[in-house]
């Protein structure tokens, strides 16, 4: 029979648009957060990070807000490429506990011409 | 750097057979973690390392998993005996400090039959 799984997000975008992923941390003790990018058969690569004590961090097309109120996380990406379809973690590390990294389900980002 | 290393890039064995997954993490990072990826679990944390001690294992599904680092350049996970549903990819991931990011490597795809 057919392998239940995980039900990702999928985000569909034409290419040139924006693209905004969201994510819902866990931890209101979660001092450092990081976006990931991960391409089929390759392993998840660092895209953005920001620390708590931020709302808004900017890098070259994308852009990371945080708002700790809620606990919510998003990553938005100008100008979307074909090269920029692939699945998306958040992921935090908790004050206190070491180095610890938690990731969080992901969404599929798919780019369409 | 040539990045986060992992051997072998595939492994398929039979149910039973101990299988050890190698990862040489990037030179002077001193924390190193081991993740699984499944399409039913997405990626979960197995335990981490810091400065070649075993900091949090919470995250080792059975005592059949084991982990080793020896020294600063080098860790170990074995699974012995190994099951069907310990198939999945094995990723291993360096960091230096604690507000950078995590390096993963390209993973292990595990099969035991």
């Known amino acids: 029979g057919e392998s239940v799984g995980l039900h990702l997000p999928t985000l569909s975008v034409q290419e040139g648009d924006n693209s905004i992923i969201n994510c819902a941390y866990s931890?209101?003790?979660?001092?450092?957060f990081i976006w990931y990018k991960q391409e089929s058969g390759k392993g998840p690569q660092f895209i953005i990070d920001?620390?708590?004590?931020?709302d808004k961090r900017q890098g070259q097309r994308v852009t990371v807000l945080l708002n700790k109120t809620v606990k919510h996380l998003s990553l938005q990406i100008a100008a979307t490429q074909p090269g920029d379809s692939a699945v998306y973690f958040c992921?935090?590390?908790?004050?206190?506990?070491?180095?610890?990294?938690?990731f969080g389900t992901g969404t599929q980002l798919k780019v369409e011409l | 750097d040539a990045g986060v290393i992992q051997s072998p890039r595939h492994e398929v064995t039979e149910m039973g057979q101990e299988v050890t997954l190698r990862c040489k993490p990037i030179?002077?990072?001193?924390?190193l973690f081991w993740y699984r990826q499944t399409m039913m679990r997405g990626l979960e944390l197995l335990i981490y390392?810091?400065?070649?001690?075993?900091?949090?294992d919470s995250g080792m599904p059975e005592d059949r998993f084991s982990a080793k680092m020896p020294n600063a350049s080098f860790s170990t996970l074995k699974i012995q005996p190994s099951e069907p549903r310990d198939s999945a990819v094995y990723f291993c991931?360096?960091?230096?400090?604690?507000?950078?990011?995590?390096?993963f490597g390209q993973g292990t795809r595990l099969t035991v039959v």
């Open positions: 931890n209101s003790a979660s001092d450092y």
């Open positions: 992921a935090e590390r908790q004050a206190g506990g070491g180095n610890k990294l938690t």
């Open positions: 030179s002077g990072h001193n924390s």
């Open positions: 991931a360096s960091s230096l400090l604690r507000y950078t990011e995590a390096f």
């Open positions: 390392f810091n400065n070649n001690v075993p900091i949090d």
């Open positions: 920001i620390r708590s004590n931020m």
